[in-house]
């Protein structure tokens, strides 16, 4: 389970405790967070005061209370990735949304991921 | 506090991993992501501006342009923990420059050839060997088409021989299972030889 926290994208981005694809609480402006089209991303609270949001930024907290990436959110919206991007940046940066940075393979997958790739194919 | 939130916060989010579907005009990617995905193969919009085309290949006169790119994608939930997608990459010639962005942290590649026209996956077999993303092809067999061997297909390309080559019909979700399996173990197998 823990070595797999070792995989996020951000390898370079902060320290060694901190797990870099978790994004929360943070002060960063939409414009700091760098988001992937593979991003997973969920809605951090049930109560939000929709005043405060654009009415696409409510309905990426409604479609955000299962998890899912940018390009799903972007999908269903029917709003290019980038200002998707945009308007979850900007949610995250708020507390209202979390997001997973995605594997990659800059950092090496471990056998485990590849091994439940597998599995998980198999399984379909 | 906060970071107890975000603990279990990271406990409900799966982190996602993708695997690039190419090939040329028509050679199946749609139906192949269509063929395995557990939702209906989802199109979104990635409208390239200046600012995101900062990649090689670029002439400056794109560059100062906006272009919009539809691409396809589906979705195979592997565990609570981790979700894999699957892309199918634009298959025109113009829209390059986005493959630049969607083989960025990519698994793996599946290459679709067509048998009406092989020569149509020359590119993505290129631009997946000068990457390193590791692929394997697929060769979609139509009806009525010139049926190639694996053999034929390897020197038609000019494969190396680690590259595996599998025959498929891109509809059957049984067939692109093997691909997937064949490309996820070729993936295993690059990692433990490096070129
Ligand atoms: N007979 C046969 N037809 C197929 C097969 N795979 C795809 N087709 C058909 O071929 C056509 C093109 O398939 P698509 O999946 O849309 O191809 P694509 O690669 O996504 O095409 P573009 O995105 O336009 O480049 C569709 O009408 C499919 O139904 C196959 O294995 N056998
Ligand atoms: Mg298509």
């Known amino acids: ?124 | 506090m906060a970071s107890n939130d975000s603990e279990r916060a990271d406990d409900r989010i799966p982190a996602a991993i993708k695997i690039l579907i190419a090939g040329g005009f028509g050679a199946g990617k749609t139906t192949l992501v269509g063929a395995v995905s557990e939702i209906a193969p989802l199109s979104t919009e990635e409208v390239m501006t200046e600012a995101s085309m900062g990649v090689d290949d670029l002439s400056g006169v794109e560059a100062k342009t906006t272009t919009t790119v539809a691409l396809d994608f589906g979705r195979i939930s592997i565990n609570d923990d981790l979700v894999l997608y699957l892309f199918g990459t634009p298959g025109q010639e113009r829209f390059w420059f986005m493959w630049e962005e969607l083989a960025l942290g990519a698994l793996g590649a599946v290459v679709l050839a067509d048998t009406r026209r092989l020569e149509t996956c020359f590119p993505s077999v290129d631009f997946f060997e000068r990457r390193g993303v590791p692929f394997v092809v697929a060769v979609n067999c139509f009806e009525g088409a010139h049926h190639y061997t694996e053999g034929e297909v390897r020197e038609a390309l000019s494969l190396a021989d680690r590259v595996p080559v599998l025959l498929c019909d891109a509809r059957r979700r049984e067939s692109d299972k093997a691909v997937l399996l064949a490309l996820v173990r070729h993936v295993a197998e690059s990692m433990a030889t490096p070129v």
């Open chain 1, 1 to 124: 389970m823990s070595e797999q926290h070792d995989l996020g994208l951000d390898s370079d981005a902060t320290g060694p405790l901190v797990r870099p694809y978790v994004m929360t609480q943070g002060r960063q402006r939409g414009d700091a967070v760098q988001l992937d089209m593979i991003s997973v991303v969920i809605a951090a609270r049930a109560e939000v005061d929709e005043m405060a949001l654009e009415p696409e930024q409510v309905r990426i907290l409604q479609l955000c209370r299962r998890a899912q990436s940018v390009a799903e959110v972007s999908a269903h919206l029917d709003v290019p990735v980038a200002v998707v991007k945009v308007l979850l940046g900007d949610l995250i940066g708020r507390g209202y949304v979390l997001a997973r940075a995605p594997y990659t393979t800059q950092s090496p997958v471990s056998r485990d991921i590849l091994q439940a790739v597998l599995d998980g194919i198999q399984r379909l």
